[in-house]
């Protein structure tokens, strides 16, 4: 079975925050191990003992925290991480930057999880280094897919674009909503009446996209027709440039992802 594969493993969750009990969550939900598997360190004091223990160490520290942290476990010779498996979801941390705490050696992902891990139903994007093995891809699509779904992406900056998308995506969908809802509530509906109709017109609409076999663009013709009532609200988005507007935020967290830097 493919879940074998973390048969006798020790896992370290280094920060116990939104993400790592995210992640605790989805490995106990979904069985992939059993909670005496889980070394869950929530202080310095307590993460190189974590380290020790364990054959995968997941970093789920703050990114301003992460070279303190790294710093505190090389305390540890080289030679004990050889055979580790390091998958850091700190943004704006690099490849490079861990590798220079931990070694040449260290076999080290990246990864770029969001908020719906919370839920199980989280995107998250990673990349290696060139000391992952076949064996250890195994381990990280098996650790991802408890909480979601995951693609590996060829190159670091990939990371910085799936950044601007679905790592910050969640609240760009919330802040649509948040408008939606407060031109509901200039309508006439209550909060209560404003949510029920959008949240049901959402799960619908994403239910039909994911079912159909045409694309988003067909979709929406399908529901605009010419001269009515759809139409008209479309022609205000087109008159502000609305899509224009959506492609340069998109670049701008891009943009500012790239710039971070916690080294």
């Known amino acids: 079975m493919v879940k074998d594969i973390l048969e006798n493993k020790h896992i370290a969750i280094i920060g116990y925050g939104n993400m790592g009990k ?12 059993k909670r005496s598997q889980l070394v869950i360190s929530n202080s310095s004091s307590e993460n190189v003992d ?18 303190s942290v790294i710093t505190a476990i090389t305390d540890i010779t080289d030679i004990r991480f050889i055979d580790k498996l390091f998958i850091s979801i700190a943004a704006g941390f690099s490849i490079s930057s861990i590798q220079n705490h931990l070694g040449n050696k260290a076999k080290i992902i990246r990864v770029m999880p969001n908020l719906c891990a919370k839920i199980g139903e989280s995107m998250s994007c990673w990349v290696r280094n060139k ?7 195994k381990v990280i699509r098996l650790l991802l897919s408890s909480f979601g779904q995951e693609l590996e992406m060829q190159h670091e900056d990939d990371l910085n674009k ?30 209560g009446m404003s949510k029920l109709l959008i949240m049901q017109t959402l799960k619908g609409s994403l239910a039909t996209l994911a079912q159909a076999a045409i694309c988003v663009e067909d979709l929406r013709k399908q529901v605009t027709s010419k001269g009515g009532t759809t139409e008209a609200a479309i022609k205000i988005f087109e008159g502000r440039k609305f899509k224009q507007i959506f492609a340069q935020a998109i670049h701008a967290a891009y943009n500012r992802s790239r710039q971070l830097n916690f080294s």
């Open 162 to 191: 799936v950044t601007a998308v679905s790592g910050s995506g969640p609240a760009f969908f919330f802040y649509f909503i948040e408008a939606f809802m407060e031109s509901a509530r200039k309508q006439g509906f209550d909060d």
């Open 131 to 137: 000391h992952i093995t076949t064996h250890d891809v």
């Open 50 to 67: 974590a380290v020790l223990k364990s054959q995968i160490i997941i970093l789920c520290v703050k990114p301003q925290d992460m070279s």
């Open 22 to 33: 995210a992640i605790v969550q989805g490995l106990l939900d979904k069985k992939i191990v």
